[in-house]
T-cell receptor, first 115, second 111 residues
Framework: QKEVEQDPGPLSVPEGAIVSLNCTYSNSAFQYFMWYRQYSRKGPELLMYTYSSGNKEDGRFTAQVDKSSKYISLFIRDSQPSDSATYLCAMSFLVTQGGSEKLVFGKGTKLTVNP | EAQVTQNPRYLITVTGKKLTVTCSQNMNHEYMSWYRQDPGLGLRQIYYSMNVEVTDKGDVPEGYKVSRKEKRNFPLILESPSPNQTSLYFC??????????FGSGTRLTVV
């Protein structure tokens, strides 16, 4: 079983739709959970960051973490054509206390929002 | 502007010719990392560093070297590049676990 699994899509939705993106993981050591957005030919950009179970909201974006189920989600409300990008989940833990970090990415879900 | 700067953006080289990709950040971040991104494989961590003179191997370190002599710089060195190292490379930095700022990428082709 891979450490982090993410459906690669592609996912195509009409403008204004609610988008749900998901990742599952197998390593219970993961402490930090992130979502990145990557536009074509660009580096990933941090969208959301959390370290606890529950929901975190930022504008049209909501990140949800369920540690008991080892499942994280990103919801995008009122999706816009400018949201068209690849979305990467990522999770990490510190290898030693105050030490180096292991960070693992999902393979990304390509999203297209159609006008 | 807070940023991670990688150079060069594009590089074509021949097998066996040593090369260095530079990475510099202006945010005084402790954590720095190198990744490669390949179709179907996603982003994979090559090396990471939590501070000056402290580096650790990631998931795919073979064929790569790094050094962290200064906090702001984290160069990636390919001593003898091979065609299977053709990839898109990203450097990233963070002041805390996980919240990384990425550079714009270096597209490397080894022929």
């Amino acid at each position: 079983q891979k450490e982090v699994e993410q459906d690669p899509g592609p996912l195509s939705v009409p403008e204004g739709a609610i988008v749900s993106l998901n990742c599952t993981y197998s390593n219970s050591a993961f402490q930090y959970f992130m979502w990145y957005r990557q536009y074509s030919r660009k580096g990933p950009e941090l969208l959301m960051y959390t370290y606890s179970s529950g929901n975190k909201e930022d504008g049209r974006f909501t990140a949800q973490v369920d540690k008991s189920s080892k499942y994280i989600s990103l919801f995008i409300r009122d999706s816009q054509p400018s949201d068209s990008a690849t979305y990467l989940c990522a999770m990490s833990f510190l290898v030693t206390q105050g030490g180096s970090e292991k960070l693992v990415f999902g393979k990304g879900t390509k999203l297209t929002v159609n006008p | 502007e807070a940023q991670v700067t990688q150079n060069p953006r594009y590089l074509i080289t021949v097998t066996g010719k040593k090369l260095t990709v530079t990475c510099s950040q202006n945010m005084n971040h402790e954590y720095m990392s190198w990744y490669r991104q390949d179709p179907g494989l996603g982003l994979r961590q090559i090396y990471y560093s939590m501070n000056v003179e402290v580096t650790d191997k990631g998931d795919v370190p073979e064929g790569y070297k790094v050094s962290r002599k200064e906090k702001r710089n984290f160069p990636l060195i390919l001593e003898s590049p091979s065609p299977n190292q053709t990839s898109l490379y990203f450097c990233a930095s963070s002041s805390m676990a996980g919240g990384y700022t990425f550079g714009s990428g270096t597209r490397l082709t080894v022929v």
